[in-house]
């Protein structure tokens, strides 16, 4: 479906013209027409499907028809990071470029000046304020912003809201607006605490769901069966021959990160770390540093498997299990984006393997095995359930033999000895 079968504002429609988007993507047929109808709505979509649009765009639309207060916010957004907040205010940017709605983000981590800037914002009424909970309480405990007046309220990555403990900040905002208003939702997945949480805020909704669209096929995904103490040893023997390069590492500690971020220093690699210590503007620094090439590595909490719009990594590497299987699907989609290639390697530690099969489970495949490199010692074996008879299904067999289906094939290049870089130890199984 193109945007201009739906009915939205022709100062929208001229917006992405000038964008050159014209054809929906599916959440975006699927939600415009009802939250142009004024229905409340819960979608449930990955990041990358266009869900950022597929609000903006009606929501813009129906502020550019007039008909609402010009003193007052007429529209809350709310988002679990900044990073993401970031990235809406520039959609907001672009799709409100020809349209006569104003704008300001909020979201802590700024000096003074910034605040004063926001309170300013909020104290005029813009349009609409994009917002992390922490900073918009902040401002609402001041006295600096009104929302009895507010006619939309969206909850973008509902379910990471819920996870960073946001809860209580949601419902003392929900508090300060009008039962009348817009309520919409969008969340990666739909536990039982979103489901709660539609229930207690949304009226009637319209519910969205779109299945959880496993990994790109262009993404090659292996693993190693490895001990805790050969992590290291593994990436250097990865980054030993090929000069890593647009390669984002994953933990799900911010310790962690820390530690594999040290390490990587004293090996003398080109690393910068993502993680909720740092301030804003430590954060801006990082990402701008990494976007440019500037920084070769970025080792990350999942704060960056969402909603960070970079199209040109190589290799997401998995230092530890996620601990979830959307979460899997999501770092690893920071690859072969854009219709590019990319490689995703995730390293199993004995206690993670439960998890990394539940997630083989969910993405229905095996994900292939790499050897680990000899020198590294042995590694244990691949046995999730205990009791799953050694070596059946190609589970079992000692990582460095090569017994994890496809053998010397599997290897690429100089696999036997750990070298020849990540993306020549995949091959084996992209050739598959």
Known sequence: MDFYDLDLNDDVLDALDAMNFTTCTPIQEHTIPPLLEGRDLIGVAQTGTGKTAAYLLPILSMLSDGGFPHDAINCIIMSPTRELAQQIDQAMEGFSYYVPVSSVAVYGGNDGIRYEQERRGLALGADVVIATPGRLISHISLGNVDLSRTSFFILDEADRML????????????????????????????????????ATILRDPVEIKLAVSKPAEKIVQTAYICHEAQKMGIIKSLFSDTKPERVIVFSSSKLKVKEVTNAFRRMKLNVGEMHSDLDQAQRDVVMREFKSGRIDILVATDIVSRGIDIDDIRLVINYDVPRDCEDYVHRIGRTARAGAEGCAITFVSKDDQTRFAAIEEFIEREVFKLPVPEELGEAPEYNPKKSTPRGKSGRGGKSRSGAHRGGKGGRGGKGRSGKGGAQGKAQGEKSK
């Open 163 to 198: 996870d960073m403990g946001f809860y209580d900040d949601i419902m003392q905002i929900v508090k300060q607006l009008p039962e009348g208003r817009q309520t919409i939702m969008f969340s990666a997945t739909m536990p039982d605490k979103i489901q709660k949480l539609a």
